[in-house]
């Protein structure tokens, strides 16, 4: 099978999910006003609550989504075949993904810019609100811990990307203080910074040679760096790092996507990978496990995190939630179909793919899978007479600046959810955002350093895709809720939640049986997995009794006084 056709088919998909499909949930289910007021506007504090423009936080948005989750699933799920992964990322998208980030950001706006595990203390009751609060910061614990271990791996493997990452925060931060204290343009500015980025790439390689001691930094050495850079990021306002800097990482985005999809229309790979490999060696059964494996690439419990802990803080406008929730998910299913692409067809031509994928022992390697992926994108940027090494050193960035990316803003959301809590139960000291920063991200160092033998955010990963559809579906169950008390359609949230939670709950089973059964090795996995499994369940709970509640008021007020 042709891998460029295949890409010119999803994209196609993706264009009409947007034209038709968002554009009947933004008028007919939710009811969006161009003329609504706004949080960013309403509670404007220059910090967390800062009135954005459309362009500057769709490269947030999606940035802050796109980190390297949807890369490394996909590159695993193609264990069972290009082809189910391949439906799961463009049907899961369209259908799932884009509308329960949608959701999620429609829902914060209109409930004060509040975050999603709020919205559910609203809309249900105050049990679902801490409940939800707690499973939300059990996965950005994961998150945070999961992500600087990538990006430390990434960094100690191409130590070539050093140099261009921190010219970008460098800049960033010159690019905001210019736009917000200067009054300078962002785009021209940024296009600017954005040459002298293409530039550090360049030469970043060369940067590393010369500094041969980078290359002997331990992995555990840049967890602490970038745990500790990241609570920085956290408390710092929104448009002196944040902004700028996902404004220039949306270039990126932008330049990726464009020499990723050139270089596939250029080599025309052939995909050696089966269309349907339904007994890998090892592996866990297809069902429910591919919805799982692949999670950010279709659907993402953090990605309605971000939607209401940040994004719905910057929006200037009602209406703009339309292009950065649904069509920032569509950006998100790009980046997942051009991993699958890249494992299956690019990955190819450099390793043996068989060998690679022989079992699931084989294809489960956190590390290898990021290798598959530099190494396949690299092959299509080449194809473009780009010299390999540095297409390559191109790729290990991008990966590592949407990465970086959601471990800021996955430390901010965690700021906020301690910080929510903390009001809720009276503990003042922890609503202060340095303070409420400082746990969070003490928290994440001691499970990256101490589990696992210092690598314990891959303790927990067998737990991230789980847990992140868990957050996923119960934020689709607090939408769902909410519609039907505003008397609207809500079986377009309904059914996908039904489908996520079930699935979902029957991998966590499953999982939590098999830590269990091996506990003196996976106490950990076994006793996490155990605790967000019983937290979902009393979730569904109180969702039921709040749907039972709202059919009688909703009966109650068609049968009138």
Same mark, same amino acid.
């Given at each position: 099978?042709?891998?460029?056709?295949?890409? %010119?088919?999803?994209?196609?998909?993706?264009?009409?999910?947007?034209?038709?499909?968002?554009?009947?949930?933004?008028?007919?289910?939710?009811?969006?006003?161009?003329?609504?007021?706004?949080?960013?506007?309403?509670?404007?504090?220059?910090?967390?609550?800062?009135?954005?423009?459309?362009?500057?936080?769709?490269?947030?948005?999606?940035?802050?989504?796109?980190?390297?989750?949807?890369?490394?699933?996909?590159?695993?799920?193609?264990?069972?075949?290009?082809?189910?992964?391949?439906?799961?990322?463009?049907?899961?998208?369209?259908?799932?993904?884009?509308?329960?980030?949608?959701?999620?950001?429609?829902?914060?706006?209109?409930?004060?810019?509040?975050?999603?595990?709020?919205?559910?203390?609203?809309?249900?009751?105050?049990?679902?609100?801490?409940?939800?609060?707690?499973?939300?910061?059990?996965?950005?614990?994961?998150?945070?811990?999961?992500?600087?271990?990538?990006?430390?791996?990434?960094?100690?493997?191409?130590?070539?990307?050093?140099?261009?990452?921190?010219?970008?925060?460098?800049?960033?931060?010159?690019?905001?203080?210019?736009?917000?204290?200067?009054?300078?343009?962002?785009? !021209?500015?940024?296009?600017?910074?954005?040459?002298?980025?293409?530039?550090?790439?360049?030469?970043?390689?060369?940067?590393?040679?010369?500094?041969?001691?980078?290359?002997?930094?331990?992995?555990?050495?840049?967890?602490?760096?970038?745990?500790?850079?990241?609570?920085?990021?956290?408390?710092?306002?929104?448009?002196?790092?944040?902004?700028?800097?996902?404004?220039?990482?949306?270039?990126?985005?932008?330049?990726?996507?464009?020499?990723?999809?050139?270089?596939?229309?250029?080599?025309?790979?052939?995909?050696?990978?089966?269309?349907?490999?339904?007994?890998?060696?090892?592996?866990?059964?297809?069902?429910?496990?591919?919805?799982?494996?692949?999670?950010? !690439?279709?659907?993402?419990?953090?990605? !309605?995190?971000?939607?209401?802990?940040?994004?719905?803080?910057?929006?200037?406008?009602?209406?703009?939630?339309?292009?950065?929730?649904?069509?920032?998910?569509?950006?998100?299913?790009?980046?997942?179909?051009?991993?699958?692409?890249?494992?299956?067809? !690019?990955?190819?031509?450099?390793?043996?793919?068989?060998?690679?994928?022989?079992?699931?022992?084989?294809?489960?390697?956190?590390?290898?899978?990021?290798?598959?992926?530099?190494?396949?994108?690299?092959?299509?940027?080449?194809?473009?007479?780009?010299?390999?090494?540095?297409?390559?050193?191109?790729?290990?960035?991008? %990966?590592?600046?949407?990465?970086?990316?959601?471990?800021?803003?996955?430390?901010?959301?965690?700021?906020?959810?301690?910080?929510?809590?903390?009001e809720a139960y009276g503990v003042r000291t922890l609503t202060n955002r340095y303070f409420a920063g400082a746990l969070g991200i003490s928290a994440a160092l001691l499970l990256a350093l101490t589990q696992g033998?210092?690598?314990?955010?891959?303790?927990?990963?067998p737990l991230f895709g789980t847990t992140n559809q868990l957050v996923a579906g119960m934020t689709l169950l607090v939408v769902s809720v909410w519609l039907q008390k505003q008397g609207r359609p809500a079986r377009?949230?309904?059914?996908?939640?039904?489908? %996520?939670?079930?699935?979902?709950?029957?991998?966590?089973?499953?999982?939590?049986?098999?830590?269990?059964?091996?506990?003196?090795?996976?106490?950990?996995?076994?006793?996490?997995?155990?605790?967000?499994?019983?937290?979902?369940?009393?979730?569904?709970?109180?969702?039921?009794?709040?749907?039972?509640?709202?059919?009688?008021?909703?009966?109650?007020?068609?049968?009138?006084?």
């Amino acid at each position: 099978m042709n891998a460029a056709l295949l890409a %010119v088919i999803v994209f196609a998909s993706f264009a009409v999910g947007y034209r038709y499909y968002s554009k009947f949930l933004a008028e007919q289910v939710f009811q969006l006003r161009e003329d609504e007021p706004v949080p960013s506007v309403e509670f404007e504090d220059g910090v967390d609550f800062v009135p954005t423009r459309k362009s500057i936080l769709w490269g947030h948005h999606y940035t802050s989504i796109a980190g390297a989750a949807p890369i490394v699933g996909p590159a695993i799920a193609v264990i069972w075949g290009w082809l189910p992964a391949l439906l799961w990322v463009t049907l899961g998208t369209i259908f799932m993904g884009a509308v329960h980030d949608f959701a999620a950001l429609v829902i914060s706006l209109r409930h004060r810019g509040s975050s999603i595990g709020e919205v559910a203390g609203q809309v249900i009751g105050p049990r679902a609100r801490t409940l939800f609060l707690v499973v939300v910061s059990f996965l950005i614990w994961i998150v945070l811990a999961v992500f600087a271990f990538i990006i430390g791996t990434l960094f100690h493997d191409n130590p070539g990307a050093i140099l261009p990452i921190n010219v970008q925060i460098v800049l960033a931060m010159g690019l905001g203080w210019l736009v917000y204290r200067r009054g300078v343009s962002i785009l !021209g500015s940024s296009l600017v910074v954005y040459v002298v980025l293409l530039t550090a790439v360049f030469y970043g390689d060369s940067f590393a040679t010369a500094f041969p001691a980078l290359a002997e930094i331990s992995v555990s050495t840049w967890v602490w760096v970038l745990l500790l850079y990241s609570f920085v990021a956290s408390v710092l306002p929104v448009w002196l790092l944040l902004q700028p800097r996902d404004f220039l990482n949306s270039h990126q985005l932008i330049t990726g996507l464009v020499l990723l999809f050139a270089g596939l229309l250029v080599l025309q790979p052939t995909i050696v990978a089966p269309a349907i490999n339904t007994a890998p060696a090892d592996a866990p059964p297809m069902f429910p496990f591919l919805f799982i494996t692949i999670a950010c !690439g279709a659907i993402s419990g953090f990605h !309605g995190l971000v939607a209401s802990g940040t994004t719905s803080k910057q929006i200037a406008c009602m209406t703009d939630a339309r292009p950065i929730g649904y069509a920032g998910m569509l950006g998100e299913g790009t980046l997942g179909l051009l991993a699958v692409l890249a494992a299956t067809a !690019g990955f190819a031509a450099t390793s043996n793919w068989h060998a690679h994928y022989s079992s699931w022992g084989a294809a489960n390697g956190l590390s290898a899978k990021l290798d598959a992926f530099v190494s396949g994108g690299a092959t299509f940027v080449a194809s473009l007479g780009i010299p390999f090494d540095t297409a390559r050193t191109f790729m290990a960035v991008m %990966v590592i600046a949407f990465a970086a990316t959601s471990l800021d803003t996955g430390a901010r959301i965690q700021r906020l959810v301690i910080a929510e809590l903390a009001e809720a139960y009276g503990v003042r000291t922890l609503t202060n955002r340095y303070f409420a920063g400082a746990l969070g991200i003490s928290a994440a160092l001691l499970l990256a350093l101490t589990q696992g033998g210092g690598t314990g955010g891959l303790a927990l990963w067998p737990l991230f895709g789980t847990t992140n559809q868990l957050v996923a579906g119960m934020t689709l169950l607090v939408v769902s809720v909410w519609l039907q008390k505003q008397g609207r359609p809500a079986r377009y949230t309904l059914w996908p939640m039904i489908f %996520v939670a079930a699935a979902t709950v029957w991998a966590m089973s499953g999982n939590v049986l098999g830590y269990f059964e091996n506990f003196s090795e996976q106490w950990l996995l076994a006793l996490t997995g155990a605790t967000v499994l019983a937290l979902d369940i009393w979730v569904i709970f109180e969702w039921l009794k709040a749907l039972r509640d709202s059919r009688s008021i909703a009966a109650a007020n068609r049968s009138g006084p």
